[in-house]
């Protein structure tokens, strides 16, 4: 069956470094992959889509690679801030879209 | 207008009660979707509709009925929910809803449901 594995529950950092979180899946040959943000008690936000033909996409401070051979995406955040601490969840799929556990991101001032 | 909009924000029911909650959008997307999620989890996709019109019912128990009156609403009707059923209803939109259409999802505030 399709899997999703974002690799950490939480992960903690200093103010002004980057972030990076993990994303792998088995047993799918997705088309893209996105990225959302999550609030406590708030719906995801859409950060970031990435297509399997792009090796990597920027918005702002943010930074997604996409390796189709390694079946694994990275999320990078650089010049992390408090306000940056939140869940972020990697998705797969268009209408049956499959959401990673996420991970927990809280960075310290 | 990019925003989706869940009512109520809360809903405390008791097992026999029926309710319903509503989702809208004015963003002209053809494609809206209900999600459960439970704390600490990631949101599970229970419904989908395409072009007003069920496309995907991820083997939800009938006790939650979903309901797409025009290309903007979406509604889940809710009768006779156990308590496990208490958990964050989360709603979204997207603009594709066929082929390689952009599929991003826009999602609602949710609704906090508590089944006594």
Redesign the interface.
Known sequence: SQKIEQNSEALNIQEGKTATLTCNYTNYSP?YL?WYRQDP??????LL?IRENEKEKRKERLKVTFDTTLKQSLFHITASQPADSATY?CALG?????????TRLFVKA | DTE?TQTPKHLVMGMTNKKSLKCEQHMGHR?M?WYKQKAK???E?MF?Y?YEKL??N?SVPSRFSPECPNSSLLNLHLHALQPEDSA?Y?C?SSQ?ASG?GD????????T?LLVL
């Open positions: 088309a996105q008690g708030r719906g995801p936000v859409f889509l969840l268009g209408f049956k879209t499959i959401f990673g556990a996420g | 989706v494609a979707y989890k990631p949101p996709l989908v395409s496309s995907i991820e964050l989360l979204a594709g390689l599929k991003t999802q826009y999602f609602g505030p949710g906090r």
